[in-house]
């Protein structure tokens, strides 16, 4: 499984951005896919996932609310809305594709064998 994350870029606080995350080759395997931001020196982080065969989502509590991820099933892209973005949102995001068995959580960065390159978002103050 191949990831290609787009759509990263400069916003001030406040402001909202869409990433997109492109998956291609045996997408069969996998059925989660979920984002990770990683700031320079700082551990990598969960921010949300989505199981598509269980329907069911995880957010990272301090983006509740801000952030929503969606699938679009004919296009196999995954995409991360972030709306009232602050500068502690700023990151590269990551996103990452894995099969988690149905009722695990979906935050444990082991349990995603395929990952994309990172997508630099900044948030401005």
């Known amino acids: 499984v191949q990831l290609q994350a787009s759509g990263g870029g400069l916003v001030q606080a406040g402001g909202s951005l869409r990433i997109s995350c492109a998956a291609s080759g045996r997408t069969s395997v996998v059925n989660t896919m979920g984002w990770f931001r990683q700031d320079p020196g700082k551990e990598r982080e969960f921010v949300a996932a989505y199981n ?64 994309g390159q990172g997508t630099l978002v900044t948030v401005s103050s």
């Not at 957010?59 to 892209?77: H, L």
């Not at 709306?83 to 444990?108: F, K, V």
């Open 52 to 115: 598509w065969r269980a329907g069911t989502t995880e957010y990272t509590d301090s983006v509740k609310g801000r952030f929503r991820i969606t699938k679009d099933n004919a296009k196999d892209m995954v995409y991360l809305q972030m709306n009232s973005l602050i500068p502690e949102d700023t990151a590269a995001y990551y996103c990452s594709a894995g099969q988690i068995p149905i009722g695990r959580p979906m935050d444990l960065s082991a349990y995603y064998a395929y990952w």
